[in-house]
């Protein structure tokens, strides 16, 4: 059990930083300005922050 909430944490931590490394690839590919990138970070974090709550357990 605690080994899959240390790999559930560490995934929630590693995905941002994926995407924060991916923004100036993204940005420059699609030629997207400073408000189109904060759409593409919050797009991304409103996506993965929904398969965190049936994670938990109720108590």
Known sequence: ??????????T????P???NIAVPSMRQSLGAG???VLWI???QSL???PAL???RQPR
């Open 17 to 19: 930083a994926v995407v």
């Open 47 to 49: 996506a993965f922050g």
């Open 34 to 36: 400073a408000g189109d």
């Open 12 to 15: 929630t931590m590693l995905d």
């Open 53 to 55: 709550v049936p994670g």
């Open 1 to 10: 059990m605690l080994l899959v909430c240390l790999a559930a944490g560490a």
């Open 41 to 43: 970070v919050a797009g």
